[in-house]
């Protein structure tokens, strides 16, 4: 969020141009991010765990208008480190990454919490948003219309002894992602040439749960009070790219429907 200590706020640049890595692109929330940012002029980068699933979701890769894919286990540092290199490499530049790694696990009580569904949790939510933010950090912080957005829960205000093990590994998640928030900010004050217009962000998305056409299709006699469509979502996460980033940068918004 923007204070008077923070620098100059910049013209939004837009999504355009940008070349964006969606991390978890195989999911309908990853799906509709790549399809939402693809119509806005951007350049999606679909990251999956399989080649193939990803071929299967996005097609070929090869084909002029393909979307670009990558392969990576995102729990293993080196691995994004390498992914990182590689999207630099072949695309000059990174200017964005949406995570939408993670998953649900709940139920039961505080005793009930299982140290498997944690492990789980942790690794999707935690470890995954760890990796990617420290090995994009340098490329948003150095981009004209850097952005980093994860997805979290609106339910940490009011935790719940069945959501334990869920809650907990989103409530590190989000304060990962404000320190990024707080690193973005210090290292584009701290520019030799002066202070500078802030130009990157990162902020957290904070969502019920997330509704997709194949939800709606299998329970159709379901309202889905207080959800939100991945194409919300997905809109909210492009039109990042148009926000100031000095504004948004830290930000938790709330995209309950």
Request: hydrophobic fraction near 50%; charge should be negative; charged fraction near 20%.
């Amino acid at each position: 969020m923007s204070t008077d200590s923070q620098p100059p706020r910049s013209p939004s640049a837009g999504a355009e141009g940008a070349v964006v890595v969606v991390a978890g692109a195989t999911a309908a929330s990853g799906v509709a991010a790549v399809r939402a940012l693809r119509a806005a002029g951007a350049t999606a980068i679909a990251v999956g765990s399989r080649t193939e699933h990803l071929a299967e979701v996005f097609g070929d890769p090869a084909h002029d208008a393909g979307v670009p894919q990558f392969a990576c286990d995102l729990a293993d540092f080196a691995a994004v480190q390498r992914l990182s290199a590689d999207v630099s490499a072949r695309f000059g530049a990174v200017d964005g990454v949406i995570h939408l790694v993670g998953g649900w696990r709940g139920g039961g009580t505080l005793a009930d919490q299982d140290d498997a569904d944690w492990d789980f949790l942790a690794r999707g939510a935690i470890t995954t948003l760890r990796n990617t933010s420290r090995a994009f950090f340098d490329a948003i912080a150095a981009s004209p219309r850097g952005r980093f957005a994860m997805v979290s829960t609106t339910t940490l205000a009011r935790p719940s002894a069945a959501n334990a093990n869920y809650q907990a590994a989103k409530a590190a998640a989000e304060a990962w992602t404000r320190a990024m928030a707080q690193g973005l900010a210090a290292v584009q004050s701290a520019r030799k040439e002066g202070p500078l217009p802030q130009t990157s962000a990162a902020v957290v998305l904070a969502v019920k749960a997330l509704l997709d056409e194949g939800m709606r299709a299998k329970s159709p006699e379901r309202s889905f009070a207080g959800y939100t469509h991945v194409d919300t979502l997905a809109a909210r996460a492009v039109e990042l790219f148009s926000d100031d980033a000095a504004e948004v940068n830290g930000a938790r918004l709330d995209l309950t429907a």
